[in-house]
């Protein structure tokens, strides 16, 4: 049995349309990304402790909300 006629065996259609998916999570990312960068100047962060904030910052929210 070939999978075009396992298709007409379940009852589909051999012609599907196509589909597009759109992915918008990069613009959002983007957003947060600068939204987050924008939050480290307002704090007027040292250069040290702005580059901890990078690094940690992601994983204790990420910890956080995956509970």
Request: include cysteine.
């Amino acid at each position: 049995m070939t999978p075009s006629t396992a298709i007409h065996a379940a009852g589909e259609s051999a012609a599907r349309p196509n589909k597009t998916v759109v992915n918008h999570t990069t613009h959002i990312a983007g957003f947060w990304f600068a939204g987050w960068l924008f939050a480290i100047g307002f704090c007027k962060l040292v250069w040290w402790k702005a580059l901890i904030a990078l690094v940690l910052w992601p994983y204790f929210l990420g910890d956080l909300l995956a509970r």
